[in-house]
């Protein structure tokens, strides 16, 4: 069966240290993969997208790459902040599905202490 | 921009009532998504359309909830008669075709408790 799964559900790291959080997958073909970060009582907003054929994808402190042998991709904060504190959602875009649905995990709540 | 627009944020009703959730997106997007998200379930997409047409409605859980897009700027889902297990946060989302085009825009939710 499909399944898009993350690391955990909770990741408590203190401020300053890098974050890294784990989207793996099965039975999926994804063209690419989305994370989102989303806040309580807030929709999802978009934070990167990369591509099957990017290896990784940076902005600011933030870095994405995508395994797809390993179907895996992982997402790192740097040098974290208070403010990160939130739940991050990757999701993927099937191949078969026309580029236009995603299907989403369940997220990682991260709680990043001063 | 306003970014998407939702109403109600929040929405408390009985077992067997009509509920109609309230969707704009932003101007100028080809494609609208309904989902709905649970802590047990996660982010489910229910429907979503295409320059107003329905594309994949296989999300949909049951007869009781049905979509509409009578035009690019307008979208409800309703549900008729509603149950206590319908209970979520229903989010309407947009995407723009060109550029990045499966880059999602989520407007704030609906809240729906059904007593």
């Known amino acids: 069966s499909q399944k898009i799964e993350q690391n955990s559900e909770a990741l408590n790291i203190q401020e300053g240290k890098t974050a890294t959080l784990t989207c793996n997958y099965t039975n999926y073909s994804p063209a690419y993969l989305q994370w989102y970060r989303q806040d309580p009582g807030r929709g999802p907003v978009f934070l990167l997208l990369?591509?099957?054929?990017?290896k990784e994808k940076r902005k600011e402190r933030l870095k994405v790459t995508f395994d797809t042998t390993l179907k895996q991709s992982l997402f790192h904060i740097t040098a974290s902040q208070p403010a990160d504190s939130a739940t991050y959602l990757c999701?993927?875009?099937?191949?078969?599905?026309?580029?236009?649905?995603?299907?989403f995990g369940k997220g990682t709540t991260l709680s990043v202490s001063s | 921009d306003a970014g998407v627009i939702q109403s109600p944020r929040h929405e408390v009703t009985e077992m067997g009532q009509e509920v109609t959730l309230r969707c704009k997106p932003i101007s100028g997007h080809d494609y609208l998504f309904w989902y709905r998200q649970t802590m047990m379930r996660g982010l489910e997409l229910l429907i979503y359309?295409?320059?107003?047409?329905?594309?994949?409605d296989s999300g949909m859980p049951e007869d009781r909830f049905s979509a509409k897009m009578p035009n690019a700027s307008f979208s409800t889902l309703k549900i008729q008669p509603s149950e206590p297990r319908d209970s979520a946060v229903y989010f309407c989302?947009?995407?723009?075709?060109?550029?990045?085009?499966?880059?999602?825009?989520f407007g704030p939710g609906t809240r729906l408790t059904v007593l």
């Open positions: 999701a993927l875009g099937d191949l078969n599905q026309a580029g236009t649905a995603l299907i």
């Open positions: 359309f295409n320059n107003n047409v329905p594309i994949d």
């Open positions: 990369i591509r099957e054929n990017e």
């Open positions: 989302a947009s995407s723009p075709l060109q550029g990045m085009r499966d880059t999602q825009y």
